[in-house]
């Protein structure tokens, strides 16, 4: 019986399974629309989609003026999601597969931990309304004043992660911890710099999923749009069942793996 899918992904699955067999190594120029035409007797719009397909499944990366080549796609290393790690504006500390070490998000930034991997991050902060979706997160009205503040973070120059995070301006206005990334209590950590006002956090709670990246984390992350990116949703609560802050954390799902350890007591 003949196969009866789209030809498109059948000259993409094709080229998928010739890359993980090997018979495409890394760096290998994808065979041009004109050979792949000849080679499934498709049409141009039918190959240049199959080739979408292999670029947003991270199989594939073009080069401007040169063609489609093989991508690279062996893990960059695992983040580890420990206790203190949670409580950091960066996921995790980096247990990197090229040198077998790990770094830890320490403070200050642009330092070279002990392992040799330097660590960099910006952050930007401004006053927003919340979007309804972030107000749900955390319990207060849409609309309701949040400070919102962007993390992008860099292991030896190389893109690793994406982070938004929101906080209620009703808990932090007018306090020396307004600004995650300013004054007495900066880079402390949300635990740390809420302490500083009273506020207790008692846990913290992550959702991990996935979806397509979209164009600008794209960009920043270098990969494809549309390509897989893992999503943490954390969210941490104080003693109250009040919810503090929340983020979105974003990393490639082809590059970088999650580690939970997972304590047992008793």
């Known amino acids: 019986m003949g196969d009866s899918r789209p030809v498109y992904l059948r000259i993409a ?10 018979s495409l190594t ?12 000849r080679a499934y007797a498709a049409s141009d719009q039918t190959v240049d989609r199959a080739v979408r397909v292999l670029k947003a499944a991270g199989y594939a990366e073009g080069q401007f ?18 206790t203190g790690a949670v409580d950091t504006p960066f996921a ?14 320490s403070r200050p930034p642009c330092g070279r931990p002990s392992g040799g991997t330097a660590l960099t991050w910006e952050a930007s902060s401004a006053e927003a309304p919340a979007p309804a979706l972030i107000a749900e997160r955390l319990g207060i009205a849409a609309g309701d004043p949040v400070l919102r503040t962007e993390y992008e973070y860099l292991a030896d120059r190389r ?15 007018g306090t020396d911890v307004v600004h995650p990334e300013h ?12 302490a500083a006002i009273g506020v207790r956090v008692v ?22 749009a549309g390509q897989c990116v893992t999503v943490v949703e954390r969210t941490h609560f104080d003693g109250d069942g ?25």
């Open 65 to 82: 003026g040169r063609g489609v080549f093989v991508a690279d796609r062996a893990p960059l290393g695992t983040l580890l999601r420990t």
């Open 242 to 266: 009040r919810a503090v802050e929340t983020s979105d954390i974003v990393v490639r799902a082809d590059r970088w793996r999650l580690e939970y350890v997972i304590p047992f007591t008793g």
């Open 26 to 37: 890394v760096g290998a120029r994808i065979p041009s629309r004109s050979e792949l035409k």
């Open 183 to 194: 004054g007495p209590y900066a880079r402390r950590g949300v635990r740390g710099r809420l």
């Open 92 to 105: 995790a500390e980096i247990h990197t597969a090229r040198d077998h070490h790990s770094i830890r998000d």
């Open 203 to 224: 846990r913290a709670r992550e959702l991990v999923g996935s979806r397509p990246a979209t164009t600008p984390e794209a960009e920043a992350l270098g990969c494809t």
């Open 159 to 173: 893109p690793v992660q994406l982070a938004t995070s929101w906080e209620p301006l009703a808990v932090t206005a």
């Open 13 to 22: 699955d094709d080229l998928r399974r010739r890359i993980d067999d090997g």
